[in-house]
Structure formats: C-alpha cells, structure tokens
T-cell receptor, first 114, second 116 residues
Framework: ETGVTQSPTHLIKTRGQQVTLRCSSQ?????VSWYQQALGQGPQFIFQ???????GRGNFPPRFSGLQFPNYSSELNVNALELDDSALYLC?????????????FGSGTRLTVV | AQSVTQLDSQVPVFEEAPVELRCNYS??????LFWYVQYPNQGLQLLLK??????LVKGINGFEAEFNKSQTSFHLRKPSVHISDTAEYFC??????????????FGDGTTLTVKP
C-alpha cells in the first residue's frame, strides 16, 4: 500500500504571497489532517478534513484554508504569507476507524518565507 | 485544553544501554496517548499508542510505554538501544470523546542520541 505523499518537498515564497501545498492520503484512509511544525517544536494542529468537510480546527487564522477532494487527497492554502509561516507542513491521514489508530504522516513540505 | 510536557529536550545514551523518555500530560477529560518517532527529513512514524486496557503497551522497534493515570505520565522505554534509534521522539495526546475531531496535541520532542 502507498503511504502519504506530499508535494512539493521544499518551497521558497516571498512575504505576502500565497501558497498551495498538496497531499495524497494513504490508500483506504478517508481523513486528512494538517500540522505545522516550526523548527525545534512539536507539530501544531491546523485542521482536519473528513468527507470533504472541515471537521476540526486548531488556533490558526482564516488565511489558512484547505480542501479535500473526492479521492481523499487534500490541499492546504495559505494566503498573505508571513515570515512566521516558515515551517515544515505535515499532512497525516487516518482510516475510517478513526485517528485513534494513529496517523500516517507524510514527509512534509518545508516552506521558507523570505 | 490538553497539554504535553516532554521533560527532557535531549537524552544522550550509549549503545546497548537502557533509555527512558519522559512525558507528562494535562487534561480535564480522558485522553488517548501516542508516541511518534521522527528521523531527519522525514515525517512522523507511530511507535505505539494507549487507548484503554493494559497500562503497559508495546510498540515497534522494541519500544514500550506505561500509562500512569495518577501521575498523568506516559513514559517511553527501551531496554537496549541501537545507533539506529537516534531520532526525535514526540509524545502526543488526543481527546477520547472525539471533540474537535483529529486534533492531537504534541510535546516539543526529545532528541535521543545513541553513541557508540
């Protein structure tokens, strides 16, 4: 079975720009969560998508938004980029039985905002 | 709200020695507990989880953890470490009542360095 794949692996953007990160969930997983991991810190929950609807959100401003598609892949969009948005963005998928079974994480997208 | 404190930011240990990585949590509701490992330039991999039942849980790569409800701790242990265990380890909690579905709260990580 394939794991979680994220693209691109690295990205450099200028402050004020917009960015879209992409994630393909593991086969059989219908739930996708996004996390932001700043350098030297643990991942911070951004939001989760299930059946194409956002069903959980962390303490991130509305300029962080997402989509989930019928094939369960997902996008994370960030508008008006700020320097503090520089981080590793992790996508995680979980099976229909729920995140109780633990996430499967992708390798992440390293975003640098200059 | 939940919070997780990993008591040691860095743990150096010699190869074949035992190791314990400490994790305390705070929550007003029942939680599920997880340990993840992150190797350089990779995502997180689930090591083990506690949902209910036996408080001693065994995971992959010879790791185990013990849930202590009275001390609100979930420490990770391995009796004999290898060089390949060098990585960042994260403890995480998640509400057991599925409120704010999907949100796991992570600690800031412990860097385990195994020396020859």
């Amino acid at each position: 079975e394939t794991g979680v794949t994220q693209s691109p692996t690295h990205l450099i953007k200028t402050r004020g720009q917009q960015v879209t990160l992409r994630c393909s969930s593991q086969s059989g997983h219908n739930t996708v969560s996004w996390y932001q991991q700043a350098l030297g810190q643990g991942p911070q929950f951004i939001f989760q998508y299930y059946r194409e609807e956002e069903n959980g959100r962390g303490n991130f401003p509305p300029r962080f938004s997402g989509l989930q598609f019928p094939n369960y892949s997902s996008e994370l969009n960030v508008n008006a980029l700020e320097l503090d948005d520089s981080a590793l963005y992790l996508c995680a998928s979980s099976p229909p039985e729920g995140a109780n079974y633990g996430y499967t994480f992708g390798s992440g997208t390293r975003l640098t905002v200059v | 709200a939940q919070s997780v404190t990993q008591l040691d930011s860095q743990v150096p240990v010699f190869e074949e020695a035992p190791v314990e990585l400490r994790c305390n949590y705070s929550s007003s509701v029942s939680v599920y507990l997880f340990w993840y490992v992150q190797y350089p330039n990779q995502g997180l991999q689930l090591l083990l989880k506690y949902l209910s039942g036996s408080t001693l849980v065994k995971g992959i790569n010879g790791f185990e953890a013990e849930f202590n409800k009275s001390q609100t701790s979930f420490h990770l242990r391995k009796p004999s470490v290898h060089i390949s265990d060098t990585a960042e380890y994260f403890c995480a909690v998640r509400r057991a009542d599925n409120t704010n579905a999907g949100k796991s709260t992570f600690g800031d990580g412990t860097t385990l360095t195994v020396k020859p």
